[in-house]
């Protein structure tokens, strides 16, 4: 079993950077898919990024490219989310993500057996 705790998430103005960590227990962090999720109000959570175990591959939604990077550190047991040019509309409550199956759907929230509590990220204008 993974228990994942997220940190990083505060006030921003618009075109600043935060970044968010999700440190995970247990000893086998290295065979889990990472992802991160977000999710405002009255919305479906929706695909942020998604990293594979070793790390050496990774894929984020088109509304987040070139804005964001997810990277994770199998040595510390934490996945994190560099957010840069940060709009309004990032403006979310973000959710990581851990499964040890997930192969090719990635980006589909049923998949990830476990979750986070999940941090505030607001953007300002």
């Known amino acids: 079993q993974v228990q994942l705790v997220e940190s990083g998430g505060g006030l921003v103005q618009a075109g600043g950077s935060l970044r968010l960590s999700c440190a995970a227990s247990?000893?086998?962090?290295?065979?889990?898919?990472m992802g991160w999720f977000r999710q405002v109000p009255g919305k479906e959570r929706e695909f942020v990024a998604a990293?594979?175990?070793?790390?050496?591959?990774?894929s984020s939604a088109d509304s987040v490219k070139g804005r964001f990077t997810i990277s994770r550190d199998n040595a510390k047991n934490t996945v994190y989310l560099q957010m840069n040019s940060l709009k309004p509309e990032d403006t979310a409550v973000y959710y990581c993500?851990?499964?040890?199956?997930?192969?090719?759907?990635?980006?589909?929230?049923?998949?990830?057996?476990?979750w986070g509590q999940g941090t505030q990220v607001t953007v300002s204008s």
């Open positions: 247990g000893r086998t962090f290295s065979s889990y898919v």
């Open positions: 993500a851990a499964d040890e199956t997930v192969t090719s759907n990635y980006f589909d929230t049923s998949v990830y057996e476990y």
């Open positions: 990293i594979s175990r070793s790390g050496g591959r990774t």
